[in-house]
Each structure stands twice: as C-alpha cells, then as structure tokens.
C-alpha cells in the first residue's frame, strides 16, 4: 500500500529532472493500483472524476508545459516514460494521460508561435485537462464562418476525455473547402455535449463516447496555423501520427508490464501447481518459470526499442523548422516498426498470464482480463498489419510512408 497522499505533493519541491518525473509517476500509479482498487473501478467504470484529480495534484498534467508558467518543462521521451508509468496501474487512466499530452501539444503542431505560446502558458498556469473531439473517420463536422467567427456543427463518435476535461479540441472541415481546421474552446461552451455513450469491453474510464457540436462559437484567431484565414503549413504538421502512435505503444507496454506483475504477484500468492506435475510450488513450475522469462524479454525488448524511437523523435521535435519529407518518412517507419511488436507483445501478455496463474484466475474479482480488453480494445484503433506493411515498404523499395491521418 503506498504510503504517499496527494498532500504530501504540496509540500515537496516539485518533480525537477525526468527521472524525478518518472517517480512522480510511479507514485500516482501506486495509488492508482492499490489504494482505489484498479480492478474495481475497471468493473464500476465510472467516471473517472478523482483520478484525473489525482493527474493535477501530482503536477503530471503540466509535465510538457514551459516552467516559467509552472510546467514541468520536460520532453517527449519523458512523457511516453509515465503515460507507461501510469498505464501500468490502469490503461484508462494511461491512455487518458497520453492523450491529454497530444492534444496539449496540438497548438505547437499546427499552431503559430503567438498561439501555441498563449496557449502553453494558459494550460500550464490552470493546470488545464484536456480532451479533443478529433476523430478522422467523422467527416460530418462542417466548419462555418460567421463574420469574425467559426461556428463548428456535426457529430463526432469519439471524443477520449472530454467529458472530464477543462478544454476540447475540436476539428472540422471549413465549408466549401477541403482545409481542416484545430480549435480549442472551453469544454463547457455552449452547443457542445458530451454523450455517456462508450460501453466497450475494455478501456472503460477513457469517456470517449461520442460528441454533438450544435453550433459551437469560437473566434477565427483561434484557428490553429491560421494568419488572415490562410493556413500556414508545415512539414512539422504531419508528425501528428507518428506522435500519438508513440503515446499508444507506451500506453499498451504499459498495460503489458501491469498483466505481467499482477500476474506474478498471483502466481506468487495464490496459484497451485499441478497435482501431477511433481511440484510444491506453483513458482517451481519449469513451464511457469519458462512463460514469465519469456513474456519479460520480450517485453524488456520493446521497451528498449520505444525508448530509443522515441529519442530519435525528439530530435525531430527540438527543431520543428529543420523537419523534412524524408526525416519524417524515417521516423514515421520506425514508428509503425515498434508499434507492431508492441501490439504483438501486450495481446500475447494479456492472453498468456493465465496459462501460469490457472483456473481460478479468471475469476471477475482478480481482475486479471482487464489487461487483455484493454489492449485488445485500442489495438483496433487502426489493423497493425498496416503497420508492418510501412516497414516493409521501406526495407523494400525505400519508400517513405504518405502523411495521412494514419501513417
């Protein structure tokens, strides 16, 4: 049981170096994992009001914000390094963080200096939440102008932690064009309702239901990259993708690590060995002992591959500017690379615990499924095969993968 409360972080110095983050991080999970019952609330699925508290009161959600503003001042390698901290408690709550962190860097994707720059300072000083109705596969969002306005109207069907956020950011398509444009308004702005409609078998806390924007206002100035109605792009605009796959790989690694100990912790405590297998000990099992050295090194590997891709990343992200087609053809290669095995991966750990916790395992009070329904659920996000399809085309023919809202 951990023995940190989250008043104990009001009067500490805050988190200053990654590796004090990453602690930071681990302590929020434990209190994810022991003191609030994480296979209860998977079960109640409720909305998770007090653990997104708990993300603010630990300082985790201004972790890429400017500390100048109060934020945590750290980089994409660090964060991706606790959305695993945190999924390994609860994949939710993860995946809640990691997107937060994508949509809080939204305005510096696609945004001009003057926007991100405010919007930064704003999110970190309020220690805003964020969630984001920006779901490709809708194209039923129309944007309109209305003198010095836009009025956004449609439906998307997901909206990941909106319904629990400060600010959404919304995404349509201008009318009469083909120009998308990013916005972000309060989540309490009038047209926009939230729909307690998500009832999947896993990643129960994510709220991301769907979304009805009726007539959403918010001024043209808040358009992001936009300069007198004129989009400004950049080759920096299209690493979006390879961005948020990074957020899902270490959010399912994550998820994996979590089965992989709770596992254990079972074998350890609770699991019998085989009456005719000559054991006393569950734990003395040569097929159990087998399973968790193997699911451990394979995990241990895509760990080490996402860390080192997400270094290689950052590099791309400390000079916006100097991000070119290829640099970012590279990069979203090595993405897809290791967001495969790590699909790979977590699906083979979620479903290969029960060979060597047994039958009594599965029952609904050990909580052991959620692992695999969580993964099993967002992996679906977008077919791996795809995936490795980029990888192969690349070692092939060198060809980069083509910008799109999925490679």
């Known amino acids: 049981m951990s023995t940190v409360t989250p008043t104990d972080w009001q009067t500490r110095p805050a988190p200053r170096s990654a590796q004090d983050w990453i602690a930071r991080a681990a302590e929020v999970a434990a209190l994810l994992d022991t003191d609030t019952d994480a296979a209860a609330r998977d079960r109640a699925g409720a909305t998770p009001y007090a653990e997104v508290q708990l993300l603010k009161d630990s300082g985790l959600v201004t972790l890429l914000g400017p500390t100048e503003h109060g934020g945590g001042g750290q980089d994409w390698p660090t964060a991706y390094r606790v959305v695993r901290e945190i999924a390994q408690a609860d994949g939710s709550i993860g995946q809640l963080l990691g997107y937060h962190y994508l949509w809080n860097w939204a305005a510096r994707l696609v945004g001009t200096r003057e926007q991100w720059e405010h919007v930064e300072a704003e999110a970190a000083r309020n220690q805003w939440f964020f969630g984001g109705a ?33 600010v959404t950011v919304l995404e349509g398509v201008l009318d009469g064009t083909d120009q998308h ?18 009832d999947n078998i896993g990643q129960r806390l994510t709220e991301s239901g769907g979304v ?83 699911l451990t090194a394979k995990l241990w590997a895509v760990e080490a591959l996402a860390d080192t891709v997400a270094a290689e990343g950052q590099k791309l992200h400390d000079d916006p500017d100097a991000v070119t087609e290829k640099t970012r053809g590279d990069f979203e290669v090595r993405v897809a690379a290791v967001k495969a095995r790590a699909t ?62 999925y490679s």
């Open 181 to 198: 444009v990013f916005a972000i308004v309060p989540s309490d702005s009038e047209g926009l309702t939230f729909l307690d409609d998500w």
């Open 212 to 294: 009805i924007l009726d007539g959403v206002r918010t001024p043209w100035s808040s358009a992001a990259g936009y300069v007198d109605k004129e989009f400004r792009p950049r080759t920096y605009n299209t690493l979006n993708v390879p961005t948020i796959q990074l957020v899902f790989v270490n959010f399912y690694l994550g998820i994996a690590a979590g089965a992989l100990e709770t596992a254990a912790t079972y074998t350890r405590t609770k699991a019998r060995s085989w009456l005719h297998g000559g054991y006393e000990r569950a734990v003395d099992e040569p097929h159990v002992i087998d399973t968790y050295g193997d």
């Open 134 to 166: 920006v779901n490709p596969r809708d194209k039923d969002v129309t944007v309109t102008e209305d003198g010095d306005d836009l009025v956004f109207t449609g439906r998307k069907s997901f909206s990941t932690g909106s319904r629990i956020s400060d």
């Open 344 to 405: 790979d991966v977590a699906l083979e750990i979620g479903n290969r615990v029960f060979e060597v916790t047994g039958a009594r395992s599965t029952a609904t009070s050990e909580g052991l499924d959620r692992f695999w329904r969580n993964v099993r659920t967002h992996t679906l996000h977008d077919p791996v095969a795809y995936k490795r399809r980029e990888v192969g085309r690349w070692v092939l023919e060198g060809e980069l993968p083509e910008p799109t809202w």
